[in-house]
Structure formats: structure tokens, C-alpha cells
């Protein structure tokens, strides 16, 4: 019993960490505005490295991406925690990403807390991953490339961790991670079949 209480605490404290959106609230300070009213709407990273500034785009993209690894980081450095209950905190960051309990639970879409998961498990993969994918996808996609570079990466690093020697504990957190977060992000596929189909 007292296991599963241990794995509810890391869920639910991941995602409460991770209901805080910093494209939300850096904005706000920023310019005083509302970020789901610019560029494609989305609270994320992206929307404000496109539509408002690259330098704050990219800070946003790296507070995301520490609102699951350092969580993860204290957790293994003050409680030991084992590797599947760290990968709940890292899972709970990413649906409080999604679904925010601060904003009514209206979110973004997750790739960088996902890379702050696989930055704390695989970081290597996610290295390699992110030498050769960037090459690879502007060479293939012509266009919109900033829309394929997250999802590749990420799932080129998740196809990595599968063949590397890592426990099947961390095996398990890699492929819910993927799974969970672009589960949120399905609608999305058949705009994407359509960019290949059209990519020249």
C-alpha cells in the first residue's frame, strides 16, 4: 500500500509543478497580453518563439522542459525514489502541462517537458537525436520544418531508447510518455499526412 501512495504523491506532485505555464505567465510580464491570442493560439513554447521573440521562445522552452527534470533531479537526489515512481513525476509534469489545473485546464502541447523526461533517462539518445534529426528533416520537409523537428526528435529518441540497454522500468516510462503526450495531439495527423503529401 504504502508503494502506490508513494507513486499517487509523484504523480500528483508532477502535475500540480506542472500546471504552472511560463508561455502564460512570461507573456503577461512581457508585454501584458494574452498568448492564445497570437499565432496559432497555443500556450507553448513555440508560438512564442515564432510569433513574439526567439530568445523568450527559447527560455519558455527551457523552464517547460525543467518543470519535469528538476523535480525528478531533487527527487532522486533527496528520497532515492525508484525509476518508475521519478518517471510518474515526469508523466504527472506533462499532463499538468496539457491540462493546467491553474488555467482551466487548457494547456500546451508537452514536447518540452517530454525532452526534460528523456533528458533525465536517455539523455544520450536525446543527444544523438538531436545531431541527426534536424539534418534529416530539412532535407526531407521543405516547409514547416519547426512543426516536424519536435516530434521527430522525440521520437527518434524514444525508437533509441528501445534498443539501448535500459531498464524495462524505463523502457515502459519512455513509451507512455510518447503515447500519453501525442495522444493529446492526434488531431493534429491528418495535417501532417498532408504536409508530406505536399512537401515540395
Given at each position: 500500500?504504502?508503494?502506490y501512495?508513494?507513486?499517487?504523491?509523484?504523480l500528483?506532485?508532477?502535475?500540480?509543478?506542472?500546471?504552472?505555464?511560463?508561455?502564460?505567465?512570461?507573456?503577461k510580464?512581457?508585454?501584458?497580453?494574452?498568448?492564445?491570442?497570437?499565432?496559432?493560439?497555443?500556450?507553448?513554447?513555440?508560438?512564442?518563439?515564432?510569433?513574439?521573440?526567439?530568445?523568450?521562445?527559447?527560455?519558455?522552452?527551457?523552464?517547460?522542459?525543467?518543470?519535469?527534470?528538476?523535480?525528478?533531479i531533487?527527487?532522486?537526489?533527496?528520497?532515492?525514489?525508484?525509476?518508475?515512481?521519478?518517471?510518474?513525476?515526469?508523466?504527472?509534469?506533462?499532463?499538468?502541462?496539457?491540462?493546467p489545473?491553474?488555467?482551466?485546464?487548457q494547456?500546451?502541447?508537452?514536447?518540452?517537458v517530454i525532452?526534460?523526461?528523456?533528458?533525465?533517462f536517455?539523455?544520450?539518445?536525446?543527444?544523438i537525436?538531436f545531431?541527426?534529426?534536424?539534418?534529416?528533416?530539412?532535407?526531407i520537409?521543405?516547409?514547416?520544418?519547426?512543426v516536424?523537428?519536435?516530434?521527430a526528435?522525440?521520437m527518434?529518441?524514444?525508437?533509441?531508447?528501445?534498443?539501448?540497454?535500459?531498464?524495462?522500468e524505463?523502457?515502459?516510462?519512455?513509451?507512455?510518455?510518447?503515447v500519453?503526450?501525442?495522444?493529446?495531439?492526434?488531431?493534429?495527423?491528418p495535417?501532417?499526412?498532408?504536409?508530406?503529401?505536399?512537401?515540395?
Amino acid at each position: 500500500m504504502r508503494v502506490y501512495l508513494i507513486y499517487l504523491a509523484c504523480l500528483v506532485f508532477g502535475y500540480l509543478i506542472g500546471s504552472i505555464l511560463f508561455a502564460e505567465i512570461l507573456i503577461k510580464i512581457k508585454q501584458g497580453s494574452d498568448i492564445r491570442k497570437m499565432g496559432n493560439t497555443n500556450p507553448g513554447a513555440q508560438n512564442i518563439y515564432l510569433h513574439v521573440s526567439k530568445i523568450l521562445g527559447a527560455l519558455t522552452g527551457l523552464l517547460d522542459a525543467f518543470k519535469s527534470l528538476i523535480p525528478m533531479i531533487i527527487a532522486d537526489y533527496y528520497f532515492t525514489l525508484p525509476d518508475f515512481a521519478l518517471g510518474l513525476i515526469g508523466i504527472g509534469a506533462l499532463y499538468g502541462h496539457i491540462y493546467p489545473l491553474y488555467f482551466n485546464f487548457q494547456g500546451g502541447k508537452g514536447a518540452a517537458v517530454i525532452m526534460g523526461i528523456f533528458l533525465f533517462f536517455v539523455r544520450w539518445e536525446l543527444l544523438i537525436a538531436f545531431i541527426v534529426v534536424p539534418i534529416l528533416v530539412y532535407i526531407i520537409f521543405k516547409k514547416n520544418q519547426g512543426v516536424w523537428l519536435p516530434f521527430a526528435v522525440l521520437m527518434t529518441t524514444a525508437t533509441f531508447s528501445m534498443f539501448a540497454g535500459h531498464s524495462p522500468e524505463i523502457k515502459t516510462i519512455m513509451i507512455a510518455t510518447v503515447v500519453l503526450g501525442w495522444s493529446y495531439n492526434i488531431r493534429a495527423l491528418p495535417v501532417m499526412v498532408k504536409m508530406i503529401l505536399h512537401r515540395d
